[in-house]
């Protein structure tokens, strides 16, 4: 009879390309190809990929195919969002393979109707990505965990979107802000399709250049959540930096990612 652990479905463990962005942009298809090779098995593009043509991508997606990893999702400024934007951002990620086009950037926003707001042209870019087989979410910072008049902005996302609506949870941020990331999980059943997986300490001077493990996020009881309530799809690896070189770094979040989750 197979064990428990042996049923459960394998979560593929990638990294936001953020976190090798100097290497990236002297060479996209060799920092691609390192990434692969420490042994993520998806990307996360942000932002300058929108400035890519059609062919650009498709060459892209061959490296992505030969390599034997994949693109889940994107991240992407509000301007992308946009009527004369949006079709660019579809084509892209249609091409990639990817399966969220995710607000990672809301640009200035002061007030909670301007969430609501925010929250409107989600909900009118997921009706707009269905029929491209697309999906879009939010990706939060620490921006949308701290209150405004009494609320959270990342409270307010949640309770006026769609539930097909991604909420892909930045883990460190959410600690950072006091909140407890099991909870908000919990709270946002199948929400939280992906996840950043950034860790936090709040020793002076540490901050978000620990690495994976390092610091006080309860891994073991995020990914519980993540896999029992959160609906989580596929996880990330995000470094922002660390006191070693980028790609260095991104190995070893990997090898403690992999000790923290074994299963």
Wanted: charged fraction near 25%; glycine fraction near 8%; aromatic fraction near 10%.
């Amino acid at each position: 009879m197979a064990s428990a652990a042996s049923k459960k479905t394998r979560i593929p463990i990638g990294l936001e390309l953020y976190s090798v962005r100097e290497e990236l942009a002297r060479d996209l298809m060799g920092t691609v190809r390192a990434v692969a090779k420490l042994g993520y098995e998806d990307v996360e593009f942000y932002a300058p990929y929108f400035d890519w043509t059609a062919a650009k991508a498709k060459d892209v997606r061959k490296l992505l195919d030969d390599l034997s990893i994949h693109c889940f999702s994107t991240h992407n400024s509000s301007t992308y969002f946009t009527t004369e934007n949006l079709p660019h951002a579809i084509e892209l990620n249609q091409i990639l393979g990817s399966k969220f086009i995710v607000m990672a950037s809301p640009g200035r926003v002061d007030n909670l109707d301007g969430w609501k707001a925010v929250a409107d042209t989600l909900n009118s870019a997921a009706e707009k990505l269905k029929p491209a087989g697309l999906g879009t979410g939010f990706h939060n910072h620490l921006t949308e965990f701290m209150p405004i008049g009494g609320k959270r902005p990342m409270e307010v996302l949640a309770a006026n979107t769609a539930k097909d609506v991604m909420l892909q949870l930045d883990v460190g941020p959410c600690v950072e802000a006091g909140v407890d990331p099991v909870a908000w999980i919990n709270a946002n059943p199948g929400r939280i399709r992906s996840m950043h997986c950034k860790d936090w300490s709040p020793d002076p001077g540490k901050g978000y250049k620990v690495l994976f493990g390092e610091g006080v996020v309860p891994w073991k009881k995020v990914f519980q959540a993540a896999e029992k309530n959160g609906g989580i799809e596929f996880y990330l690896i995000e470094q922002e930096g660390s006191d070693f070189p980028a790609m260095e770094t991104a190995g070893r979040c990997l090898a403690a990612y992999r000790k923290a989750h074994p299963w």
